[in-house]
Structures are given as C-alpha cells and as structure tokens.
C-alpha cells in the first residue's frame, strides 16, 4: 500500500470506494488477499487516504449483506451429525432502544440499546460507530467535556469509551448484579453508578478506580444524579427511599422516606437546593437538599407518577404521569399552576427545552406533545410513532427532540416545525405459531408450558412432547429435510431437536430477550432467529 498517497481523501471518492467495496464482498463473500490487492490498486487510481481505505474495509465487512454473504459462503447443511457445531455467524439489528443521550454539545447523540451503543451525528443522524457489548445497556452518560461516555449494563460492569475513537477506555467492576444508572459529577472527575445490587458506588473516572461504595438502599438503585456544584450525590431506589450522600466524604446527608412506592424519578433545582422525587404512590416530594427536610409534598395526580423535571429557571417543575396528565406546578411554593391535558394515556418522560419556553411529554398514547409553558397551550403533536413513547429529550440548542419508544424506533423531531427528521427503525415482534414438517405429515406447535409438541397431521395424535426450554415456546420451524426442528423460548434461547427421536441436539445462546421468530434458510445452511432484544442472528456450522 505504500502507493496510496496522504492527504484529503475527496468525499465523493470515499463513497465510489465504498461502493465497490461493497459489491466486490457481497460477490465473493470474504476479503481474500487478491481482492484485497484488487481494492488497494483501486483505492491508490481513486486517491484514497491508507486509514481511510482500511476505515472503508472494516465498516463495510460490517454490513449486514456483507455478513450474510461470508455466512453463506462458510456455511454447511445443518444436520443431526453437526447440530453440536452451529455457532453464530451474523447478526442484523442493534438492539432494543433503552436510553438516549446527547454529547455536551448537541452534536452527538449516543444510544444505548440492548447489545450495544451507537453514535450518531446531529442533526444528520449519521451512525458515526456502532460497539457491540453482548450485554443489555440500561444506562449512558457523558462527561461533562464530551470526551468519555459511561454506561451501565446488565451483565453488571460499567464502561468507560473514548467518544473520538469508540475504544473501550477502561472496565469498572464491582457490582453484583445490574448497574441501572450512571452519571458523571459536573467536574467530570468522579462517576456514579446505581445497581440493581442495592448499592451506590462511587469511581474515579481517570484512573477507573473504586472510591467508595455507598450502602443503605434496600433495594434496587434505579437512578443517581449529582447537583450542579457536585457537592451531593442522589440516589433514588425500589426501597421508596431517595437518599442524599456527600460525595467527597461518601457520608449519608439524609434520607427521604416519604414515599411507600419504587421511585421512579428524581431532578435536582438548577441551583442545587431542591430535589423532587416521583413515586408510583401518586405523590411527588420535594426536599431541600442542605437540609434533607421536606419542603412539600405535590398531589394532584390520581396514578403513579413517572418523571419529574425542574424548569432551566428553577420556576416550575413538571411531572408525567399514568393519570394521562402532565402537570405544572410553582417550584417555591409546591402550588400547581396548570394541568395540561391531551394525552389519552400513561405519560412517561417530560422534558423542558433549554430556553425554558416548551414542554416535551412522552406516552403510551405513541403521540410526544410540546407545549406552550407560559400559556399551557398545546403547540403541537408529534405523531408517527406505533407503540409507547418512553423518553424524550431536547438537543442543548433546542433545536432538535429525540423520542424513543417500544415500537424500537428513534424519531429526531424539528422542533421549530414538527418535522420529523429521522427515524431510525427497529425489529417488530412476532407472535407464537405452528408450522408443517416439509411432508406435511407433522404439525408443531409451541407452548405457554415450556414444550414443544408434534402431533400427526392425519389423525391429529400426538406424536411426542419436546422438554427442555424453560419459558414460553414462540416460535417453531422445520429444517428444509424435516430432520431438525428449531425452538425460540421465552428463556432466551434456540433449540434444535431431532425430529425422529425428539432428542434435544444443543441449544443456541446469546440472544438477550425472548426469541419470536426462527427460520432455516431454503438450502438448511443457515438458521436465523429473531428476538424481542432487536437483534437478528444467523447460526451455522462453519465449513472445516
């Protein structure tokens, strides 16, 4: 490669490479050192940068085509004999949305999915990267100079990345059980996590060391947030606590115990002094936070209420809640100043823009609506979403609005215009099912009790139960000879039993939510699964 020259590489020439990158993988299904050679001697006529081309190579091999190609061409007929060998060769998909994030200054937007994060350009949407974890991501956070990002995910780790590169910067490990929220003090040099361990732990975020961990919660730590002048640390937990710790000392400043439900939401005053706290009890508290005593208590609500939001001014504080309202209250004083009504179901997210003139809300209604603050009145409504809208979140310039819902799409909104932007689409659901063997003479079916039964399609007898998975049956299919049949559970898990005997041969894992949908590929080569974690994966016995 000693060719290729340095300098700028032309846009439009990276994208005629890329293209023919493309093409020449999907063909021949794997880079082989003459296609390699190929595509250095085109990259070296088209003046493509080395990094470049090599960036070009490695976001292309990625690509699901790409993938599926190279698994094709590796893989051999799935049987009885080689059922022990199937490995996963591919997926599709980026998983379940869980959390949003924008960087520090609205020109990122991170995404934290069910097996992995994804880095996006703002206002274009760009996928910069995608980081594949294996592990269901709760929780992101960025520092506060943008360069890290933190997250915290179910296989009980907190990670550090380097936002130019993706590179994984450092594992904090320590927690026992799954880290539910993380976020960094505004000084950038100490990072929170809440788990699921019922502890709070307290990391250095430069060298990734364990400063403290916090303990007293009985219950899962749900959420953690600092005050603006990182003197205090909240946690906010399933045990219907929110306690108040000192985060240079790690001593316990107070414990609020008024609620009897899980917390469901905590935000601290822009000035520090107050912290509200929302409850699935109907009622929201407000404490001083120097002192920890309870300034008030907010009803008004008539069902668990889900989050709480101080106003950029410190003036008003919203909250969203199951009564399908969203509701304004005077922040000094704890009196309400207006209920806004629309939503006709369950609100779950509010969100003030950042010049403090608009409310955001999220439903399960599928509808976000912004709202006047000084009038009440509803500006407009954002529809386009299938399913509940489970967050929102304006850019830092306000000029943008990110939903996420359990449809499994990100919508970017203009919030000026309402236009939608862009939506980012996940994978849908699919529902439990029978199927006929390829001869039509067996029928199976899956179960609510964890089996898997074949039955005689002549004289509808049953022929044999199939034992084994350990939740719900939702999917079943035949390998394209009748031999095998493929079960997706509610365990997580896809098995392969063999059809005559009823034997279980071995039991796929990696998926990290129930599997709805399974099915061979018409030659046997391949068996692809598809789960409620968003992911497609493709499975097979590479050819030896």
Not at 160 to 180: A, I, K, M, Y
Not at 419 to 447: K, Y
């Given at each position: 490669?000693?060719?290729?020259?340095?300098?700028?590489?032309?846009?439009?020439?990276?994208?005629?490479?890329?293209?023919?990158?493309?093409?020449?993988?999907?063909?021949?299904?794997?880079?082989?050192?003459?296609?390699?050679?190929?595509?250095?001697?085109?990259?070296?006529?088209?003046?493509?940068?080395?990094?470049?081309?090599?960036?070009?190579?490695?976001?292309?091999?990625?690509?699901?085509?790409?993938?599926?190609?190279?698994?094709?061409?590796?893989?051999?007929v799935i049987s009885a004999q080689n059922a022990a060998q199937v490995v996963q060769l591919a997926r599709w998909g980026k998983g379940r949305v869980e959390q949003l994030a924008f960087s520090p200054d609205g020109r990122l937007l991170a995404v934290a999915t069910g097996i992995g994060l994804s880095l996006y350009d703002v206002p274009e949407l760009t996928e910069m990267r995608f980081i594949a974890t294996n592990a269901a991501i709760a929780s992101i956070a960025f520092s506060s100079?943008?360069?890290?990002?933190?997250?915290?995910?179910?296989?009980?780790?907190?990670?550090?990345?380097?936002?130019?590169?993706?590179?994984?910067?450092?594992?904090?490990?320590?927690?026992?059980?799954?880290?539910?929220?993380?976020?960094?003090?505004?000084?950038?040099?100490?990072?929170?996590?809440?788990?699921?361990?019922?502890?709070?732990?307290?990391?250095?975020?430069?060298?990734?060391?364990?400063?403290?961990?916090?303990?007293?919660?009985?219950?899962?730590?749900?959420?953690?947030?600092?005050?603006?002048?990182?003197?205090?640390?909240?946690?906010?937990?399933?045990?219907?606590?929110?306690?108040?710790?000192?985060?240079?000392?790690?001593?316990?400043?107070?414990?609020?115990?008024?609620?009897?439900?899980?917390?469901?939401?905590?935000?601290?005053?822009?000035?520090?002094?107050?912290?509200?706290?929302?409850?699935?009890?109907?009622?929201?508290?407000?404490?001083?936070?120097?002192?920890?005593?309870?300034?008030?208590?907010?009803?008004?609500?008539?069902?668990?209420?889900?989050?709480?939001?101080?106003?950029?001014?410190?003036?008003?504080?919203?909250?969203?809640?199951?009564?399908?309202?969203?509701?304004?209250?005077?922040?000094?004083?704890?009196?309400?100043?207006?209920?806004?009504?629309?939503?006709?179901?369950?609100?779950?997210?509010?969100?003030?823009?950042?010049?403090?003139?608009?409310?955001?809300?999220?439903?399960?209604?599928?509808?976000?609506?912004?709202?006047?603050?000084?009038?009440?009145?509803?500006?407009?409504?954002?529809?386009?979403?299938?399913?509940?809208?489970?967050?929102?979140?304006?850019?830092?310039?306000?000029?943008?609005?990110?939903?996420?819902?359990?449809?499994?799409?990100?919508?970017?909104?203009?919030?000026?215009?309402?236009?939608?932007?862009?939506?980012?689409?996940?994978?849908?659901?699919?529902?439990?099912?029978?199927?006929?063997?390829?001869?039509?003479?067996?029928?199976?079916?899956?179960?609510?009790?964890?089996?898997?039964?074949?039955?005689?399609?002549?004289?509808?007898?049953?022929?044999?139960?199939?034992?084994?998975?350990?939740?719900?049956?939702?999917?079943?299919?035949?390998?394209?000879?009748?031999?095998?049949?493929?079960?997706?559970?509610?365990?997580?898990?896809?098995?392969?039993?063999?059809?005559?005997?009823?034997?279980?041969?071995?039991?796929?894992?990696?998926?990290?939510?129930?599997?709805?949908?399974?099915?061979?590929?018409?030659?046997?080569?391949?068996?692809?699964?598809?789960?409620?974690?968003?992911?497609?994966?493709?499975?097979?016995?590479?050819?030896?």
């Open positions: 490669m000693s060719g290729i020259r340095f300098g700028y590489t032309p846009p439009e020439a990276m994208e005629q490479f890329r293209q023919i990158v493309r093409t020449a993988l999907e063909r021949e299904g794997e880079l082989s050192p003459a296609l390699r050679q190929r595509l250095e001697q085109k990259a070296r006529e088209l003046g493509i940068l080395r990094v470049d081309m090599e960036r070009v190579l490695q976001e292309v091999m990625a690509l699901p085509s790409v993938q599926a190609a190279s698994a094709r061409r590796k893989a051999v100079d943008g360069r890290l990002l933190a997250s915290g995910s179910d296989d009980n780790i907190v990670r550090l990345w380097d936002v130019t590169s993706g590179q994984l910067v450092r594992t904090l490990e320590g927690h026992t059980d799954n880290v539910r929220s993380v976020a960094f003090s505004p000084d950038g040099r100490l990072l929170a996590s809440g788990s699921a361990d019922n502890t709070v732990r307290l990391w250095d975020a430069a060298s990734g060391q364990l400063v403290r961990t916090l303990e007293g919660h009985s219950n899962s730590v749900w959420s953690v947030a600092f005050s603006p002048d990182g003197r205090l640390l909240a946690s906010g937990s399933d045990d219907g606590t929110v306690r108040l710790w000192d985060a240079a000392s790690g001593q316990r400043v107070n414990v609020v115990e008024g609620h009897t439900g899980i917390v469901t939401g905590i935000s601290i005053s822009p000035d520090g002094r107050l912290l509200a706290s929302a409850a699935w009890n109907t009622v929201i508290s407000v404490q001083d936070v120097a002192s920890g005593a309870l300034v008030y208590t907010l009803k008004g609500h008539t069902d668990s209420v889900f989050s709480v939001a101080f106003s950029p001014d410190g003036r008003l504080l919203a909250s969203g809640a199951r009564d399908s309202t969203v509701r304004l209250w005077n922040a000094a004083s704890g009196q309400l100043v207006r209920t806004l009504k629309g939503h006709s179901n369950s609100v779950w997210s509010v969100a003030f823009s950042p010049d403090g003139r608009l409310l955001a809300s999220g439903s399960d209604d599928g509808t976000v609506r912004l709202w006047d603050v000084a009038s009440g009145q509803l500006v407009r409504t954002l529809e386009g979403h299938t399913d509940w809208v489970h967050s929102v979140a304006f850019s830092p310039d306000g000029r943008l609005l990110a939903s996420s819902a359990k449809d499994q799409t990100i919508r970017l909104w203009d919030v000026a215009s309402g236009v939608l932007v862009r939506t980012l689409e996940g994978h849908t659901e699919e529902e439990w099912g029978v199927v006929f063997s390829p001869d039509g003479r067996l029928l199976a079916s899956g179960f609510g009790d964890n089996t898997v039964r074949l039955w005689d399609v002549q004289t509808g007898r049953l022929v044999t139960t199939l034992k084994g998975h350990t939740g719900w049956v939702r999917s079943v299919a035949f390998s394209p000879n009748g031999r095998l049949l493929a079960s997706g559970g509610c365990d997580w898990t896809v098995r392969l039993w063999d059809v005559q005997t009823g034997q279980l041969l071995h039991t796929l894992r990696g998926h990290a939510n129930w599997v709805n949908s399974i099915v061979f590929t018409p030659d046997g080569r391949l068996l692809a699964s598809g789960s409620w974690d968003g992911t497609i994966r493709l499975w097979g016995v590479r050819a030896s």
